[in-house]
């Protein structure tokens, strides 16, 4: 058993891709993600290597889940949006120690100490 009951999965795709990105995570259980702008450094050796050309502007999502959903959310995502799309795009997660400030789908009220 997995002693890492969360983890983390950084989606980089071309810009414009991330709503493809999250649609795909969302169908295996995950509720949200955070998206950065980046620019890619890829050099000519590069899109040779992967018979590709390489957009520099990215966008990199950050999608939190639970262990257990994690690869069926990374093969969705090789799928909708891989390099093999044109939102050309790699996926990897790494495991996350300790999370704070996530909630369940139902709030409870604070308890009254007094």
Known sequence: MNKFEHEVI????????TEEVMD???QYGARGGTVIRARGT?????EKLFKI????????????????????ILHALYKSVGLNT??????FSLPVDSVVGLTENKLEA???KG
């Open 10 to 17: 950084f989606c980089i795709v071309n810009a414009g891709y």
């Open 24 to 26: 795909a995570a969302r």
């Open 42 to 46: 890829a050099n000519v050796e590069a």
């Open 53 to 72: 050309a390489i957009q520099p502007d990215k966008e990199i999502v950050m999608i939190l889940v639970e262990s257990g959903i994690k690869d069926d």
């Open 86 to 91: 044109p939102g050309q795009g790699i996926a």
């Open 110 to 112: 604070p308890q009254d």
